[in-house]
């Protein structure tokens, strides 16, 4: 069972610097999210999607564009990196709202020099 | 934005010793969620609580939805060395749901 899957688990950019984390679901959720999580900090929400071409800023949207154009995809773009969004990536699904059972990915760590 | 705070911020028990750890909130949470992290994986949900006043539990773990509805509890008794990582309090935002906010966490070992 696949699951959510992340690509790619490591990655190193320098400033300036573009690339897009890839998500992908095969539970034919309609939810979809992304969090970064630093140290000490938690996870906090970059953006979410409730379906397909619908998607929407979470806490931390800045610097960061998403995407849905398919249930199972939900790619992160960082046009610009900075070593701000040097963290940890998770993209995250789930079945509907209010249940509060995400399915988290293994995770993406990017780190921006 | 919404703040989680948990205590404590972390952890380090011997084997077989009981824990406690709690979640605050600012706001009333109608939803509190308990998410634990193992070393390099994404985190995974232990228990849901849907209402205030409730006490659920998953095997050793027991977690409680606070009354006010702004804070929550969760118990871990006589802990094993695989109860290492890190555990985080979440909930939704109560307008829409679509949007978990999740805690600090706090950083548990067990000292075998």
């Known amino acids: 069972n696949a699951g959510v899957t992340q690509t790619p688990k490591f990655r190193i950019l320098k400033i300036g610097q573009s690339m897009t984390l890839q998500c992908a679901q095969d539970?034919?959720?309609?939810?979809m999210y992304w969090y970064r999580q630093d140290p000490g900090m938690g996870l906090k929400l970059i953006y979410y999607?409730?379906?397909?071409?619908?998607?929407d800023k979470g806490e931390v949207p800045n610097g960061y564009n998403v995407s849905r154009s398919t249930t199972e995809d939900f790619p992160l773009r960082l046009e610009l990196a900075a070593p701000s969004q040097t963290s940890v990536y998770f993209c995250a699904s789930s079945k509907g709202q209010f249940t509060g059972e995400l399915f988290f990915g293994e995770g993406s760590r990017l780190t921006v020099l | 934005g919404q703040q989680l705070n948990q205590s404590p911020q972390s952890m380090f028990i011997q084997e077989g010793e009981d824990v406690s750890m709690n979640c605050t909130s600012s706001s009333i949470f109608n939803t509190w969620l308990w998410y634990k992290q193992d070393p390099g994986e994404g985190p995974v949900l232990l228990i849901a609580l849907y209402k205030a006043g409730e006490l659920t539990s998953n095997g050793r773990l027991t977690a409680q939805f606070g009354i006010t509805r702004k804070d929550s509890f969760l118990n871990i008794s006589a802990s094993i060395p695989s109860d290492v990582g890190i555990y985080f309090c979440a909930g939704p935002r109560s307008n829409t749901g679509n949007q978990f906010y999740f805690g600090t966490g706090t950083s548990l070992t067990v000292i075998p």
């Open positions: 999607s409730v379906g397909a071409g619908i998607t």
């Open positions: 539970m034919n959720h309609n939810y």
